[in-house]
């Protein structure tokens, strides 16, 4: 692994460590942004996971941030840790690949029985014409697997994002902000370089 790339990833992970010590409520709460044609959305989802390979992610695979990574599989990712120092975020940037099915079922397995059954009952980001309808759906789906374990759905899986960028953007008085930003280049390899803040 490129040393400045193991470097960047070392102090995200010291930075979460941090983040969970200081008592932050949802530490791995992360902006994901995504786009498609002149659309760019974004929303809160929790990381799950991250290694070498990257920074993992669950959601239902036809809802609106699935419809836009299968499109344009690229996006950006942003925590916000106002716990540590005078704030500190992280941002990442990079293309976005499917998990293997093998990586999905294992994180669906471990989840609570309610979120299964949620996976299964609902249809993200699709109109929904009152909250008696997703009721009925959750009943239903809760008939069919009684008794036995929640297989996962089809529809449903997980993510990784795969940093091209990664910038460390520490806080500091008067916004005087230090920003050191992480980049591989065309030739995979990685640079530092700081940036005004």
Sequence with gaps: MDPLYQEALAAFGDLLRQAQAAGDPEPT?????????????????????????????????????????????????????????????????GRVERLAADESDAYFASRPRGSQIGAWASSQSRTLADRDEFDARIAEVERRFEGGPVPRPPHWGGYRVVPDRIELWYGADFRLHERQCYERGADGRWTRRMLFP
Excluded at 31 to 37: D, N
Excluded at 48 to 71: I, M
Aim: charged letters at 25%.
């Design 29 to 93: 709460a992360m902006t994901l942004a995504t786009s498609v044609g002149d659309r760019v959305s974004a929303r809160i989802v929790l990381l799950k996971g991250h290694d070498e390979r990257g920074f993992r992610f669950h959601t239902n695979y036809e809802s609106a941030k699935g419809d836009q990574l299968h499109a344009h599989p690229r996006a950006a990712l942003c925590f916000h840790w106002k716990t540590l120092r005078n704030g500190v975020q992280v941002r990442v940037e």
